[in-house]
Nanobody, 128 residues
């Protein structure tokens, strides 16, 4: 078992930045591939970014490439999502997710069904 707790959400103006954190407890953090998803009102949850166990391999959905950066600190059991140049369409509840695996395979980990554990989410609201 692993417990995930997101933080760092809030209200920001368009063009601004936020950094989300997801702290994990339970099993060995470095065993897990980690992902960030988001769900806007009335829409399905969608993949945002993912990262491999050692942070060496990452993947992003096209709409956030060049603006978002996913990273992790295994010593702190925390994964981060740095979000820059925020747009109103980035408004959503952001979730982190985890699955024990050796590799981050983008085509597999874009699906929420790939993940075993989820946090409760943190709200990001971007005002235009």
């Amino acid at each position: 078992q692993v417990q995930l707790v997101e933080s760092g959400g809030g209200l920001v103006q368009a063009g601004g930045s936020l950094r989300l954190s997801c702290a994990a407890s339970g099993r060995t953090f470095s065993d897990f591939v980690l992902g960030w998803f988001r769900q806007a009102p009335g829409k399905a949850r969608e993949f945002v970014a993912g990262i491999s166990r050692n942070g060496g391999n990452t993947g992003y959905t096209d709409s956030v490439k060049g603006r978002y950066t996913v990273s992790r600190d295994n010593a702190k059991n925390t994964v981060y999502l740095q979000m820059n140049s925020l747009k109103s369409e980035d408004t959503a509840v952001y979730y982190c997710a985890a699955k024990p695996d050796l590799y981050f395979r983008h085509s597999y980990y874009v699906s929420e069904r790939a993940y075993d554990y989820w946090g409760q989410g943190t709200q990001v609201t971007v005002s235009s």
